[in-house]
């Protein structure tokens, strides 16, 4: 940096022009030294020097001339304008200087860190990265449905939020059904306005598949559903408003209840090991026609009796039946609504569909007692899996 030289002049006389290249002369050093400025102490010196109260001399200098002139309104209008222009520049001059600083500090920062890799020890451990595996209710999910992708099943999802026709109207659920009312159900509000079946709602099972599956495709149908519904339930040990199901769903001609048994006892062996055993309970069901509840045999004491199976030796594990020709009537109906040829003629065809909870499941096969570890993200309880 050159040392500062300029000093203020000498006023020869006290006309405008006088006044005028002296203002000049301020302006012109000013700028000319601020270019030599370069560090923050730099910038420190040349404010004082420039803005100081008692020495500065934009603001003692300058100032003087101002009472020196004749037509004082005039000068003390120039001396304002000499002054902004100067702290105009002077505030530029502060942001470059800053950003400098704080550039070349970086810099530093950078040649540190560079030469401290330098000596970084490389037969230390490095930092592991833990590997993800599957959500246990993701894992369940996952091998419910591969057993029936290896019958053959196809695998369907549909969207959560379904119509009222989708997921009650369809699947044979009279108006006035419990399900509907919101106690068990969550609705989407506002839907007042519109006919009830077109009114929004959170799915509550992921039967709507079955139906958006039968009304775009003819049988045969072979289908498996995996998915998350919702249901207006409090929260305990064993509850949860969001949980996951499985289902199936199966039409063709000449299907029969044994078709239902054998597969169901099937796909429980494959879970579960070849020696569970299933029985099967009269149920009932709006959608299905007989229905049934399906026990296995418990998988952890060989039905001898334990905690797991509250000693009674069989677990209740999902629900089925044959499909209800309401339903069939109700597919072909939405089938005509959409431009398609009718093609769930019960004469011909019949179906068999089941479903199980993914919660239930997971939490018999893993020992889980509480329901809400499974969403809690707690790393402590998903690292057992
Ligand atoms: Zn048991």
């Known amino acids: 940096m050159t040392p500062a030289t300029y000093t203020l002049p000498e006023l020869t006389g006290a006309s405008d022009a006088d006044l005028a290249r002296a203002f000049d002369a301020i302006l012109h050093s000013l700028s000319r030294e601020a270019h030599d400025v370069e560090t923050p102490e730099q910038l420190e010196h040349f404010r004082v020097r420039w803005f100081g109260d008692k020495a500065g001399l934009i603001n003692k200098g300058a100032a003087s001339f101002v009472r ?48 401290a890799s330098a000596s970084i020890d490389l037969t230390l451990p490095g930092t592991r990265r833990s590997i993800g595996v599957e959500h246990p209710l993701t894992r369940t999910m996952r091998e419910m449905t591969a057993v029936f992708a290896a019958l053959g099943y196809s695998v369907r999802v549909g969207p959560e939020v379904e119509t009222d026709f989708y997921n009650f109207e369809a699947l044979n ?42 009304v775009a495709n003819a049988p045969p149908l072979r289908i498996v559903i995996p998915g998350k519904v919702h249901r207006n339930d409090e929260s305990d040990a064993t509850h949860s408003p969001i949980f996951h199901q499985v ?115 997971a939490m018999m096969k893993y020992g889980v007692g509480d329901i809400g570890q499974f969403y809690s993200g707690d790393l402590r309880f998903l690292n057992q899996f």
Request: hydrophobic residues 35%; contains cysteine.
């Open 247 to 361: 289902e199936g769903l199966c039409v063709d001609t000449d299907i029969t209840f044994s078709d239902l048994k054998g597969t169901l006892d099937y796909a429980m062996k494959a879970f579960f090991g070849s020696s569970v055993k299933t029985r099967f309970f009269p149920s009932y069901f709006p959608f299905t026609e007989p229905s049934a509840d399906v026990q296995i045999s418990c998988p952890f004491c060989g039905g001898k009796g334990c905690r797991k199976c509250k000693h009674s030796g069989w677990i209740e594990l999902l629900g089925c039946g044959m499909v209800n020709p309401a339903v069939f009537a109700a597919v072909d109906a939405r089938r005509i609504e959409n431009g398609l040829e009718p093609a769930y003629d019960t004469k011909k065809i019949s179906g068999f569909a089941f479903g199980m909870g993914v919660e239930r499941i």
């Open 68 to 115: 020196l002139a004749h037509d004082k309104r005039l000068a003390g209008n120039t001396f304002k304008q000499v002054k902004e222009s100067a702290e105009q520049l002077y505030s530029e001059l502060t942001s470059t200087i800053q950003r400098t600083d704080l550039l070349s500090k970086k810099l530093g920062a950078t040649l540190a860190d560079d030469r």
């Open 173 to 214: 659920f009279p108006p006035n059904h419990p399900a509907r009312d919101t106690q068990d159900t969550l609705v989407v509000a506002g839907q007042e306005a519109k006919p009830l079946r077109e009114r929004l709602l959170m799915r509550t099972h992921t039967s709507p598949v079955q139906i958006r599956s039968m």
